[in-house]
């Protein structure tokens, strides 16, 4: 009764993917904050205990049996966002015929124990990159491979609804390679894992990273249109490119300042990034050539120092000195994420 469901859920997924309806990450709400997990993600767990441990039966691709041994370990990721984690699935195959492998799984979620899980999951490569799963798409490494695990929040016959709530809580997993080899596997490998326990699924690092997902419009409250807009660009390398601009007032008039800092590997803690003030130039309604790069003049007036809470919290420490401003510490609140990159689409204030 379920495969024919899916069959019909992935045909729809199928023609909505081709014509750019959906996005994991947005469209299918995913139950974590897609900006928890920076840069790569853990091979193994941190300080917490693995909630699944354990070697299970598999077909190798064509077998007629269960002629191979994967293992399964899983266990959660904490967020800095309050009240959200990330499930991390680890598959190794442990056994295998020569000359063959075994396809990674489709998984199964539902919220709660139950025998049969109608929630399709997703098991994600790499940090926030929108696949829908990596089931069925090449084999189970030798050496091992983790994934991160999405839940579409609608279950396939629409009956129920998969929210990041129950993420949190106990779910039911399933690990399913009946839809490769009917005959060999027509039941899933069935697991319960625990609730999230912020005290034993500690966070990836100590504190968030700043990556691209946290790029956007921040405002500062209490201060009236006033803020700041982050953009930070990943480049190749897993370097950052940080680029800030900061719209205020100066002796009651608009100003606004502007810094960069390429090259930033990302680490946790604060960045410094130099701070220019621009001035000369004329309107730009004036058109071209109504000024030139001789006409403007750039100088180093101060620095900030940001410091992320959350996906969507700045600490921002600044020292306008070259302004002959004195020194202080602001916290920014993201008002503008970017569209199809958010950081956390479940908290925007």
Known sequence: ??????????LFAGHAHATGEINVLTDLMSPFPPGCIAVALPEGPGDTDLLINEVVPAPSVGSTSLDSEVRIEAWRVGC????????????????????????????????????????????????????????GDGAISDNGTTFMLGVDP???????????????????LEFYWGDFAPDV???GEVFYVDAYIPELDPPQTETQLLHG?????????????????????????????VSIIFFTYLDGMPFWLIGNTPNIAPAPGEIEVDMYLVTGGEFFGLGPDAFTEED????????VLVDPVDCNTLVVGHDFDGLGLD????????????????????IVE
């Open 154 to 172: 609608v279950a396939i016959d629409g009956d129920t609804d998969f929210l990041p709530e129950d993420y949190n809580e106990i779910f039911t």
């Open 213 to 241: 997902r946290m790029s956007g419009g921040y405002g500062i409250e209490g201060i009236p249109n006033t803020g700041m807009h982050v953009s930070v660009g990943e480049l190749a390398d897993d370097d950052n490119f």
């Open 185 to 187: 596997a027509p039941n």
């Open 327 to 346: 020194s202080g510490v602001v916290v920014a609140f993201r008002q503008i994420n970017l569209a199809g990159y958010t950081c956390n689409p479940w």
């Open 296 to 303: 403007i003049d750039i100088e180093v007036v101060g620095s």
């Open 80 to 135: 800095h966002d309050e009240d959200f984690s990330i499930v991390m699935v680890r598959l190794q195959t442990v056994s295998r015929p020569e000359n063959s492998y075994v396809l990674v799984p489709q998984v199964w979620v539902d919220a709660g124990t139950v025998d049969l899980p109608f929630h399709a999951g997703q098991l994600i490569r790499h940090p926030a990159v929108g696949e829908v799963s990596a089931a």
């Open 1 to 10: 009764m379920r495969k024919g469901l899916f069959a019909l859920i992935l």
